[in-house]
């Protein structure tokens, strides 16, 4: 059984920085695309980041360009996201994922696999 763990939440002050970890039960490179989402209170689901088997090409979904990192640590199996200046806005608990389909860009259900999330609280 695949095993996603998110950890690294917290609470952060406006402008702060987060760094938040996902460790897979598996080997990363199984995995066609790995990205990650979050939910606020209120909201829907919302994709954050994508990242490509392989590493190359993220893509960022564009209320976190040019503030949000995704990598992927192939000899650890970890998933990593590296939040700066973070605002208010970004307060929402986030997911990793994981899809095996032929398909990454298409929302939540192209992807089969998901973490129980962590918690990023922003305020001042």
């Known amino acids: 059984q695949v095993q996603l763990e998110e950890s690294g939440g917290g609470s952060v002050h406006p402008g702060g920085s987060l760094r938040l970890s996902c460790a897979a039960s598996?080997?990363?490179?199984?995995?066609?695309?790995m990205a990650w989402f979050r939910q606020g209170p209120g909201k829907d689901r919302e994709r954050v980041a994508i990242?490509?088997?392989?590493?190359?090409?993220?893509y960022y979904d564009d209320p976190v360009k040019g503030r949000f990192t995704i990598s992927q640590d192939n000899a650890r199996n970890t998933l990593d996201l590296q939040m700066n200046d973070l605002r208010p806005g970004d307060t929402a608990m986030y997911y990793c994922?994981?899809?095996?389909?032929?398909?990454?860009?298409?929302?939540?259900?192209?992807?089969?696999?998901w973490g129980q999330g962590t918690q990023v609280t922003v305020s001042s």
């Open positions: 598996r080997s990363i490179s199984d995995y066609l695309c």
């Open positions: 994922a994981a899809s095996i389909k032929g398909l990454c860009f298409r929302g939540a259900r192209d992807y089969t696999y």
């Open positions: 990242i490509r088997r392989g590493g190359d090409r993220p």
